[in-house]
Nanobody, 124 residues
């Protein structure tokens, strides 16, 4: 499975950005796609995930109600729509593919495949 993340950039607080993660490599539709973020010197943080088959979604409390994860089967793409952005959302975002059980869906080590990061900068 190969993942290509894009869509990062700069936004004002309260603004919006949409990240994209294009998946390829045969069996990716059997996977869960997750978005994580990691600032320098900090631990990796789970943001959101979607089961490609079935479309169930999961969110970190810090982004619930502001971010929306979705998928487009025709484009083999998972999106992370980020609204009401806050300066603390500033960091590098990564998409990842794995097969975590529900209780482990927020654990990065359960995801075997990672895309490159895309930087999001939110100014106040």
């Amino acid at each position: 499975v190969q993942l290509q993340a894009s869509g990062g950039g700069s936004a004002q607080a309260g603004g919006s950005l949409r990240l994209s993660c294009v998946a390829s490599g045969g069996t990716f539709r059997q996977y869960t796609i997750g978005w994580f973020r990691q600032a320098p010197g900090k631990e990796r943080e789970f943001v959101a995930a979607i089961r490609w088959s079935g479309g169930s979604t999961y969110y970190a409390d810090s982004v619930k109600g502001r971010f929306t994860i979705s998928r487009d089967n025709d484009k083999n793409t998972v999106y992370l729509q980020m609204n009401t952005l806050k300066p603390e959302d500033t960091t590098v975002y990564y998409c990842a593919a794995g097969r975590p059980i529900l209780s482990a869906i927020a654990r990065g080590e359960m995801y075997a495949y990672w895309g490159q990061g895309t930087l999001v900068t939110v100014s106040s």
